[in-house]
C-alpha cells in the first residue's frame, strides 16, 4: 500500500507539502499540485478521510436541507455541491425538513454536537431562531433565505420575472396571469413582485383573479388549471413560478381537450429536466442550478477554512429559455379557424 513518502519520493516533493496538497490544494502552486496528483494516480494512493477528519477535528459531512426531496429541482444542485465537497474530503448529507412536525428542532439537532461541518439551507420558511446554538458550524442559504443575516447564493428572481412576462408580451398577450408558490414564501414573493412590476411597466393590467394559488407542486398546477377553465374572464397567457407547476396546468389543460399554446400560453421558472421533454416543451425561466450548488458550497468551505462568517449574498443571473409552449394569441386563433 503506498504512503505519503512514496508520493513526496515520486513527486519530488517533502512529505508535508504532499500533505497540504491533499488536505488544501488552493495553497499549494499549481505545477506541484500537478506533480502529487500525478503521483498519486501513479502509485494508486487512497486517502484516509477518516483518519484526517480526526486530525483535523471535523465530522467531514456537510448536511444539506431541503424542503422536499421529491422535487427533482433539488438533483443538479446537489450534484454542484457534491462536486465541490468531494475533493476536498467532504461527505454530503441531504436531510428532507418536511419529513416530521418540528422542522425547526431538526435543523438545532444538525446544529448540535459535532454532526457536521455546516450546513446548506434550501428552506426560507426555517425560524432564524432556530439557527440560535452555541457553537454552531457555518451555514450558507441557497435559493431560498432567511432575511439578511445568512449568506446566500440566489438567482435573479424578480428579474426572471419580468423576463417571462415580457416574453409574453412579445409574443402579443395583453392578459397574462400568474400561478403563485406558496404563500409567503421568499420565492414566490419576489417573483410576484417582479410579475406585478413587469405589468406595470408594459402598461398591462393587473387583475387579482388571474392570481392563483399554488405550492410548487404538479398538483396545485393542476387545480389552477381547473379554476382557470371555469373562469369565462381567463387571461391569454400563464406565467408559472415553479416548472413543475406549469407541467401540472399543461397536463390538466390538455386533458380537459383544450391546446396548449392555442388556448393558452404557458412559462415556466426553473428548467427542470422534464421541461424539454413536454409536449409542447416548455418555454422557461433556466436557473443554473449546477453553479448554484458549486457557489454555495465553495461560500461554505470558505467559512469553514477561515473560521469566519461573511455575511455575502452571490445574485446568479437566470436567462430565458424558449420553446413551443408560447405563441401569438392572433396566429393561434387563426390556425384554430383553419383546422376547423
Given at each position: 500500500m ?21 488536505s488544501?490544494?488552493g495553497?499549494v502552486?499549481?505545477?506541484?499540485r ?9 502509485t ?13 477535528q ?13 422535487n ?8 454542484g ?9 467532504f ?16 435543523l438545532r ?10 450546513l ?9 431562531a432556530?439557527?440560535?446554538v ?8 441557497a ?6 443575516t ?15 412576462v ?25 417573483r410576484?413582485?417582479?410579475?406585478l ?28 388549471a ?24 399543461m397536463?390538466?389543460i ?22 424539454a ?10 436557473q443554473?442550478r449546477?453553479?448554484?450548488g ?6 461554505l ?6 473560521k ?26 387563426r ?6
Open positions: 503506498a504512503t505519503l513518502q512514496d508520493i513526496a519520493r515520486l513527486a519530488g516533493v517533502s512529505t508535508a507539502t504532499v500533505s497540504r496538497t491533499l488544501n490544494p495553497l502552486a499549481e505545477a506541484t500537478a506533480a502529487v496528483l500525478a503521483a498519486v494516480e501513479q494508486g494512493y487512497q486517502v484516509n478521510h477518516a483518519a484526517r477528519n480526526l486530525r483535523m471535523r465530522a467531514g459531512s456537510i448536511i444539506a436541507l431541503v424542503p422536499n426531496l421529491a427533482p429541482f433539488f438533483s443538479q444542485i446537489l450534484a455541491i457534491s462536486s465541490v465537497l468531494t475533493p476536498e474530503g461527505g454530503l448529507l441531504v436531510a428532507d425538513t418536511q419529513a416530521g412536525p418540528d422542522p425547526d428542532s431538526r439537532q444538525y446544529l448540535r454536537g459535532g454532526v457536521a461541518d455546516g446548506i439551507l434550501f428552506d426560507g420558511n426555517l425560524s432564524l432556530a439557527l440560535d452555541p457553537d454552531s458550524p457555518p451555514v450558507v442559504a435559493c431560498e433565505w432567511l432575511g439578511d445568512l449568506p446566500s447564493v440566489r438567482v435573479e428572481n424578480a428579474h426572471g420575472a419580468e423576463l417571462a415580457r416574453h409574453l408580451f412579445d409574443a402579443g398577450h395583453r392578459t397574462i396571469g400568474y400561478l403563485t408558490g406558496p404563500k409567503g414564501n421568499v420565492l414566490n414573493v419576489t410576484q413582485e417582479g410579475y412590476a413587469a405589468l406595470a411597466t408594459l402598461g398591462l393590467p393587473s387583475n387579482q383573479a388571474w392570481i392563483y394559488e399554488g405550492d410548487f407542486s404538479l398538483d396545485s398546477g393542476a387545480m389552477a381547473a379554476r382557470w377553465i371555469a373562469d369565462p374572464m381567463r387571461p391569454g397567457a400563464m406565467f408559472c413560478a415553479s416548472d413543475e407547476m406549469a407541467c401540472g396546468f397536463g390538466a390538455q386533458r380537459a381537450g383544450l391546446h396548449v399554446p392555442r388556448d393558452v400560453s404557458v412559462i415556466g421558472f426553473d428548467n427542470i429536466e422534464v421541461a421533454h413536454m409536449t409542447p416543451t416548455l418555454t422557461t425561466i433556466r443554473p449546477t453553479l448554484i458549486e457557489r454555495a458550497a465553495n461560500m468551505l470558505k467559512m469553514i477554512a477561515t469566519s462568517i461573511n455575511i455575502e449574498t452571490e445574485i446568479i443571473p437566470v436567462e430565458l429559455v424558449e420553446r413551443s409552449s408560447v405563441a401569438n394569441p392572433a396566429h393561434a386563433s390556425a384554430l379557424v383553419t383546422q376547423n
